[in-house]
């Protein structure tokens, strides 16, 4: 399995941005589609989005689509999700997270991280 740590965690005001990190190690990266998910206060982990092995196609889920990008840098083991005119309903913890297969289902990623908290205020 890969490992992961993910970083760029926050608070920030409803509007503003955020740039989450997602370091990947001990396997080949670029062998992996690489997910976001999230988890709110009382409420089930959600698909956020996902890139496949070189990036070029990528998966939103309705809530974030626009406003958040994934992008990943094979060459630096390092995915990405750039959140934009973010919402207090974005308060969550982010989770990456690493599968052998193109997918939205959370059972399908074999590796997870820690998490990072964001929060947005209002």
């Known amino acids: 399995q890969v490992q992961l740590v993910e970083s760029g965690g926050g608070l920030v005001q409803a509007g503003g941005s955020l740039r989450l990190s997602c370091a990947a190690s001990g396997r080949t990266f670029s062998n992996y589609v690489m997910g976001w998910f999230r988890q709110a206060p009382r409420k089930e982990r959600e698909f956020v989005a996902s890139?496949?092995?070189?990036?070029?196609?990528?998966y939103y889920a309705d809530s974030v689509k626009g406003r958040f990008t994934i992008s990943r840098d094979n060459a630096k083991n390092t995915v990405y999700l750039q959140m934009n005119s973010l919402k207090p309903e974005d308060t969550a913890v982010y989770y990456c997270?690493?599968?052998?297969?193109?997918?939205?289902?959370?059972?399908?990623?074999?590796?997870w991280g820690q998490g990072t908290q964001v929060t947005v205020s209002s």
């Open positions: 997270a690493a599968s052998l297969v193109i997918s939205k289902d959370q059972g399908d990623f074999g590796s």
């Open positions: 890139t496949t092995w070189r990036g070029i196609t990528k």
